[in-house]
Nanobody, 125 residues
Framework: QVQLVESGGGLVQTGGSLRLSCAASGRTDSLYHMAWFREAPGKEREFVAALDASGTFRDITDSVIGRFTISRDNAKNTMFLQMANLKPEDTALYFC??????????????????WGQGIQVTVSS
């Protein structure tokens, strides 16, 4: 089992920045591919960004390209999401996610093995 804990969320004005962190614990002896998803009120949970276990391959959804950056520090079992130029439509509950096996298909929430509890990001207009 892997436990994931998010931190760094909060309230920010349009155009502001936040950095989310996700700390992994438990069976972290095997590296996992990791991702961020988000869930806005009344909407389905959607993929935001992902990074493979080695930090080589990454995916990011079109709506945040140029604004969000995903990274990880395997020595500290921590993943980050740097968010800049935030917009009201970025308001959502953000979830850290992890899966083993192949990196392919990490963008689908049905393939995720472990989830964090979620952290709120609110962008005011």
């Amino acid at each position: 089992q892997v436990q994931l804990v998010e931190s760094g969320g909060g309230l920010v004005q349009t155009g502001g920045s936040l950095r989310l962190s996700c700390a992994a614990s438990g069976r972290t002896d095997s590296l996992y591919h990791m991702a961020w998803f988000r869930e806005a009120p009344g909407k389905e949970r959607e993929f935001v960004a992902a990074l493979d276990a080695s930090g080589t391959f990454r995916d990011i959804t079109d709506s945040v390209i140029g604004r969000f950056t995903i990274s990880r520090d395997n020595a500290k079992n921590t993943m980050f999401l740097q968010m800049a130029n935030l917009k009201p439509e970025d308001t959502a509950l953000y979830f850290c996610a992890a899966k083993g096996g192949r990196y392919v298909s990490i963008t689908s929430r049905s393939n995720i093995q472990f989830w964090g509890q979620g952290i709120q990001v609110t962008v005011s207009s």
